[in-house]
């Protein structure tokens, strides 16, 4: 909470600040507001004048600098555990096809993970259990069934099979119009549901975790 | 393609800013405000002083410096930076480095003015 004595000035600057931050992890935002704010009020005395608080505000940078050299900062601890994040969304998506355990390993990861919000980690438990590979299963499952008809020559004699047998198979029926578009939406639903998912958390864990890519340097904003 | 004289000395602040921070903790623990103006007054360091709190954020995940935050009876909480022993161990092997690295370009610089 902003205490009453700071300057206004540094109220809106606080205030711009959190802006440009909301994309950050709400435990390190806290901190870094929090930070701040005691460096305004330790840097401005109460009573002081407007030209006192410019002062301030110029030597700690505009907000958009400080948020820079958070992305670039965690940026290099993240790029060290990120592959838990990439690992936990390559096998909710396939992972399923490793008999089901590779999909398990992904959802512990996937829980594990500081990155993502509760709420993200049940889209991706929920959407869709066992990824892509549940969409087999339903194909599997909901194939059409067919009819199959062996066919034989038997020795009148004996009544014994004679020579190969053969396999005639027919569909037993043809699926209904209503049938197939349930099939269809079904199979785009466990085949896209996973794919969208995985597109989701992958951001939400790019822009929790402050990274952006490379290319932001260090303190881009030291003395030249 | 050479980097320019300017972007070289940038990327070398870049490079040296966090050993000035914990060898401004070599000493003692400090309040995060009072570490972050001594080396916003360093000359040619830093512009812009917010820059430095993502950076003792950064060396805290790392296990160079820890922090404790207390009451203040004049303002917000207060949070004090202290050196751990792995960034102490940091700072001194930087510290071995760069007494080389420095002489090594200064006589270097020397040789190449009087040549």
Excluded: N
Excluded at chain 1, 37 to 59: Q, S
Excluded at chain 1, 79 to 89: F, L, N, T
Excluded at chain 1, 165 to 188: D, N
Excluded at chain 1, 212 to 219: F, H, M, V
């Amino acid at each position: 909470m902003t205490p009453d004595h700071l300057h206004p000035l540094a109220e809106d600057y606080l205030r711009r600040l959190r802006r440009v931050c909301r994309r950050l992890p709400p435990e390190r935002l806290g901190e870094l507001s929090a930070e701040i704010e005691g460096h305004l009020a330790a840097a401005i005395p109460p009573g002081a004048g407007d030209d006192e608080a410019l002062e301030v505000l110029e030597r700690l940078g505009p907000p958009g600098d400080v948020i820079e050299a958070e992305r670039s900062a965690v940026g290099g601890s993240a790029d060290r555990r990120r592959w838990r994040e990439r690992a936990a969304v390559i096998l909710l998506v396939l992972g399923g096809f490793a008999a089901g355990v590779g999909w398990l390993v992904g959802l512990v990861l996937l829980w594990r993970s500081r990155l993502w919000t509760t709420r993200d980690k049940v889209i991706g438990t929920l959407i869709v259990p066992g990824g892509i590979a549940t969409a087999l299963l339903v194909v599997v499952l909901t194939g059409t069934k067919r009819r199959c008809v062996g066919f034989a020559a038997v020795d009148p004699s004996t009544g014994a099979p004679v020579g190969h047998a053969a396999m005639h198979c027919t569909p037993s029926a043809g699926p209904s119009a209503a049938s197939t578009a349930l099939q269809i939406a079904l199979l785009l639903f466990f085949v896209l549901g996973p794919l969208v998912s995985a597109v989701y958390l992958a951001r939400r864990a790019r822009d929790r975790s402050g990274f952006i890519g490379p290319g932001l340097g260090g303190y881009g904003q030291l003395s030249t | 393609m050479v980097p320019d004289g300017e972007t070289s000395i940038t990327q070398l602040r870049r490079g040296v800013l966090e050993f000035c921070v914990l060898a401004l903790l070599r000493d003692g623990e400090r309040y995060s405000f009072d570490l972050v103006r001594a080396l916003g007054e360093a000359e040619g360091l830093v512009t812009s002083e917010g820059t430095l709190y993502p950076l003792l954020g950064r060396l805290r995940r790392e296990g160079m410096v820890q922090s404790t935050w207390r009451e203040s009876a004049t303002g917000p909480p207060r949070r004090y930076y202290r050196i751990t022993q792995d960034g102490d161990a940091a700072l001194r092997a930087f510290a071995s480095q760069w007494a080389r690295f420095r002489d090594s370009v200064d006589t270097l610089i020397e040789v190449g003015a009087t040549a």
